[in-house]
C-alpha cells in the first residue's frame, strides 16, 4: 500500500492540465485535487492507527481497501472537479487506514530486528519505486487513455492486496490489542491541528505573509496542539501516550524522520524553481536535472543492510540523517555555483533520506509496547507529512520575503537575479539549522535510550 501512497499522487500531477481542461477547474481547485489527498491522509492517520490497535490491524486495512476501491471507481463517474476534489478526499481516508498498517503488520510478522530491517526496506522501495516511475508511466497512459484511467488502476492493486492480506496475514491476536476506550475529544484537536498544520504552508506561499488567513490558520493550530497536549495528559485513556513517545527510540526516531522530511521537500521546492526560473532549464532538463536523487533513492536500499550490520540500528539513523543535514549545507552554500554542487546536494539529501526512512521508522515500532505499533506508524508518516509542509513554507515564504518581485516573470535583471541566489542561500540554510537541530536532538535521545535499555536482540540486519 505504500506503492499506492507514492504512485497516487505522482501520477495524478501530470494530468492536472488534462483535468483542467476537461473538468474546467480553476487553479484553486486544481490544488485542492492533489492536496486534500495529503491533508486527509496527513490529519486522519494518528486516529485511524489508535482505532486499528484496538479492533485489529488487518481489520482496518482491509476495510481501507474496499474503501480504495469504492472511491477509485467512483472517478468514473466524476463529472465535476468539485466531485473529483470529493473523490480525493475518500482516497486520503482510505490511505490513512492502510498505509500504517503496512508498516505495523510488516514489524508484527517478524520478531528479529535484521528481519525487519529487510522488510522495511522492502516496503520502502517499492514505495519509493512508485514515486519515481509515476510521472513518466502517467505520461505514456494519457498519450492512449482517458485521465480517469489513471485513479482507476488502484482498483487491480487495492483488490490484489486485499486478497494477499486475507490468505497470508493472520487475524491479530488478543495480545496485540487493547480495549481501551477511544478518545474521542483527543482524536478531533489532533486531527484539527495536522490538518491546519498541513493547510497552513500552503496559505504561506499561495497567499503570502502579508495576508491575516495563513497567520490565523497557524495560530489556530497552534491552539489545538496546546489543547491536545493538555487533554492527553489528563485523559484516562488518551488517544496518544505521550509518555510512550517520549521513550528515547520513538522520540529520536521521529526527530530523524522529520528531518528528512524537512531537508527532502524543501531542497526539492528550491531545486526545482533554481532549475527552471534562475537557469532557464526546460521542464524535461530539470526532470533529468532531479535524475541523481531518483537513482539513489532507488538504488539506495543495497546500502541500508550493510550500514546496519556495520554501525548499527541507531548508528546507522544518525549517519544517515547527518547526510541529510550535509546535503542541505552543501545546497545553501554552494548550490548557487553550478550544477555539480547542487547534484551532490541531491544524492547526499536522498542517501540520507533512504536510509533514515527505514531505520527511524523500525527504531519507533521497536521502541512501542505491541498493542501500541499501528499508531507508531501513523506517528512516523504523521511526521514526514507535516515537515514536508513545513520544508516548503520556509522556502516558500523566505523567497517571497527576499525576492518581492514576480518570480515566474521572464528576463530577470541582474538585480533579480542577485535576490534570489540570496533567498536560496538563506533558505537553504535555514532548513540546515532546522534539520541539524531536530538531528542534534534525536542523536542526544538515542543515547539516552541506549545507556538505560539493553540492546535488542538481533540488531544485526540482513542485506536487501
Request: charged share 10%.
Amino acid at each position: 500500500m505504500f506503492l499506492f501512497e507514492m504512485l497516487d499522487n505522482s501520477v495524478l500531477n501530470v494530468a492536472l492540465p488534462t483535468i483542467g481542461r476537461e473538468l474546467s477547474a480553476s487553479t484553486t481547485v486544481l490544488q485542492w485535487v492533489t492536496g486534500v489527498y495529503a491533508v486527509v491522509f496527513g490529519g486522519l492517520m494518528l486516529a485511524f492507527g489508535a482505532l486499528a490497535d484496538r479492533v485489529g490491524r488487518r481489520r482496518i486495512m482491509l476495510i481501507g481497501l474496499v474503501l480504495l476501491c469504492a472511491a477509485s471507481l467512483a472517478t468514473a463517474f466524476v463529472t465535476t472537479a468539485e466531485q473529483l476534489v470529493a473523490v480525493r478526499a475518500v482516497m486520503g481516508v482510505a490511505a490513512a487506514m492502510t498505509t500504517p498498517g503496512s508498516l505495523a503488520l510488516a514489524f508484527r510478522l517478524f520478531d528479529e530486528d535484521g528481519l525487519r530491517v529487510r522488510a522495511t526496506t522492502l516496503i520502502s522501495t517499492v514505495g519509493l519505486v512508485g514515486l519515481a516511475i509515476g510521472p513518466t508511466a502517467g505520461g505514456f497512459v494519457l498519450a492512449f487513455a482517458p485521465w480517469q484511467a489513471l485513479l482507476l488502476v488502484n482498483v487491480p492493486i487495492a483488490a490484489l492486496a486485499y486478497i494477499g492480506i486475507r490468505r497470508g496475514i493472520p487475524a491479530d491476536m488478543a495480545h496485540e490489542l487493547h480495549r481501551d476506550p477511544i478518545d474521542v475529544t483527543g482524536a478531533l484537536l489532533g486531527t484539527a491541528t495536522i490538518v491546519l498544520a498541513l493547510v497552513a504552508p500552503t496559505l504561506f506561499v499561495d497567499a503570502g505573509t502579508g495576508s491575516p488567513l495563513p497567520w490565523l490558520t497557524l495560530v489556530t493550530a497552534i491552539v489545538t496542539a496546546v489543547l491536545f497536549v493538555v487533554r492527553e495528559r489528563t485523559a484516562r485513556c488518551p488517544l496518544l501516550d505521550l509518555e510512550l513517545v517520549a521513550r528515547p527510540l520513538v522520540s529520536s526516531g521521529l526527530a530523524f524522520k522529520a528531518a528528512a522530511g524537512l531537508a527532502t521537500a524543501g531542497l526539492g521546492y528550491l531545486v526545482t524553481l533554481q532549475f527552471q526560473l534562475d537557469w532557464g532549464w526546460t521542464p524535461a532538463q530539470a526532470a533529468l536535472g532531479m535524475l541523481p536523487q531518483v537513482v539513489v533513492l532507488i538504488a539506495g536500499g543495497a546500502l541500508i543492510g550493510p550500514l546496519v550490520r556495520r554501525a548499527g540500528l541507531d548508528g546507522a539513523a544518525w549517519l544517515s540523517a547527518a547526510s541529510v543535514v550535509c546535503g542541505l549545507a552543501v545546497y545553501g552554500l554552494l548550490g548557487r555555483f553550478g550544477y555539480v554542487w547542487v547534484a551532490l546536494a541531491l544524492v547526499l539529501v536522498a542517501a540520507g533520506m533512504r536510509v533514515v526512512g527505514v531505520v527511524a521508522g523500525t527504531n519507533v515500532m521497536r521502541g512501542l509496547p505491541a498493542d501500541r505499533t499501528t499508531i507508531g506508524a501513523a506517528l512516523v508518516d504523521t511526521a514526514g507529512e507535516v515537515t514536508t509542509g513545513i520544508g516548503i513554507a520556509v522556502s516558500g515564504t523566505l523567497l517571497a520575503t527576499l525576492f518581492p518581485g514576480d518570480i515566474a516573470a521572464p528576463n530577470w535583471s541582474a538585480h533579480q537575479t542577485a535576490e534570489f541566489h540570496e533567498a536560496v542561500t538563506w533558505a537553504g540554510l535555514t532548513l540546515t539549522v532546522l534539520a541539524a537541530a531536530l538531528v542534534g536532538g534525536g542523536i542526544l535521545r538515542a543515547r539516552r535510550g541506549t545507556d538505560s535499555t539493553p540492546p535488542a536482540a538481533g540488531a544485526d540486519a540482513g542485506g536487501e
